[in-house]
């Protein structure tokens, strides 16, 4: 990617036609074609009246052609123009974007704890990898939330399809069989987000559970249970990858 590709990106971030870009800065609309195209190059006076036009700047027209360090506070495009919009809400919009980042701040500050609990150690005998193991969580009713403390650290194979996964649970109840069973050890790929039809690990009103996404609520596999209604607060904190067994 080219100073042509941050032209057109920026310019149909804007909603403008190549026309429209060009009647702005003084060229016709078949020379914005040829910068986006890379086929010529605006001279030094048009590229500042398009960095104005596309309220862009220097860092951001040529950052794939020059290696700038970056800082800590940059602030790319995209975050530039959801700045504008913010501004442009009224004290209820702001406060509802708050509380999102407020919500979404923790979600992910738990997916990060959850990340934290791999052990970097393997195992020479069994040539895998040692991870904690929490006491449980619900296929039931709900279990009290996990934190740091777990029953012990656990081996499980150095596989490529373990290699996300972060932390294991055991699994306490009869609400996910016969995929799952009581006293099972599940084998958790920390995520914010997982597919419907999926089955993860879920945070409701403090409560953990190990279901199958639904929408707008956590299904149970065994027909004799309940499903839980997800909330507001509702977190996923991870996606099921496996069931440890004797044979894994």
Known sequence: ????????????????????????????GSAITNYEKET??????????????????ANYLFQDAV?????????????????KRYRNLDQYGQETVTYILDRETERVKQIEQAVSTIIEATDPASQGRILKYFHSVS??????IFDDVYSERITVPDLQKYHRVAYAVKVNGHSMEPRYHDKD?????PTCEINVGEIGIFNVNGQAYV???G????????????DVPLTEESLCMGRVVDRLTSET
Do not use: F
Not at 139 to 144: F, H, K, L
């Open 139 to 144: 296929a039931g009713a709900g279990e009290v």
């Open 67 to 83: 290696k700038l360090p970056q800082k800590k506070n940059d602030v790319s495009l995209a975050e530039y123009n959801m700045i």
């Open 215 to 226: 929408e707008g609520k956590l299904i149970s596999l065994n027909k004799g249970y309940g």
């Open 185 to 189: 050890i599940l084998l958790i790929e």
């Open 211 to 213: 279901k199958k996404l």
């Open 1 to 28: 990617m080219g100073i042509g590709y941050r032209i057109k990106e920026a310019r149909e971030r804007l909603g403008l036609t190549q026309t429209e870009l060009g009647n702005i800065v003084g060229v016709t």
């Open 40 to 57: 010529s190059h605006p001279k030094e006076q048009i590229i500042y009246k398009l960095m104005e036009a596309l309220n862009v700047d």
